[in-house]
C-alpha cells in the first residue's frame, strides 16, 4: 500500500524507503534486499508530495527527516 496515495499495488512496483538502525540514514532501496522500518510509495510525484507534506513518511519510519533525507528523496523523484 503506497503511503502517499493509499492506493494498493504489487510491492515489486512499489519504491521502498528505509531506515537503517546501522547508519541511521534514510535508504531509498527499489530492491528490496535491505533490513529496516520501511514505507512504500508509488512512483507518483504526487504521492511524494502528499506523503512529505502530511510527513507520512516519518511517522511510518518513527525518525525524523532531515533535509537532506528530503532532498534525495525529492532527487530520485527529480522534483525541486
Known amino acids: 500500500k503506497c503511503v502517499?496515495?493509499?492506493?494498493?499495488?504489487?510491492?515489486?512496483?512499489?519504491?521502498?524507503?528505509?531506515?537503517?538502525?546501522?547508519?541511521?540514514?534514510?535508504?531509498?532501496?527499489?530492491?528490496?534486499?535491505?533490513?529496516?522500518?520501511?514505507v512504500y510509495l508509488c512512483k507518483n510525484?504526487?504521492?511524494?508530495?502528499?506523503?512529505?507534506?502530511?510527513?507520512k513518511i516519518s511517522k511510518v519510519l518513527k525518525r525524523g527527516m532531515s533535509e537532506k533525507d528530503i532532498e534525495k528523496l525529492k532527487n530520485y523523484f527529480k522534483l525541486s
Open 45 to 55: 510525484d504526487e504521492c511524494l508530495k502528499n506523503a512529505l507534506k502530511k510527513n
Open 4 to 38: 502517499g496515495g493509499h492506493s494498493c499495488f504489487e510491492r515489486t512496483s512499489l519504491l521502498r524507503i528505509m531506515f537503517e538502525a546501522c547508519s541511521g540514514d534514510i535508504l531509498i532501496a527499489p530492491d528490496g534486499k535491505h533490513y529496516g522500518r520501511s
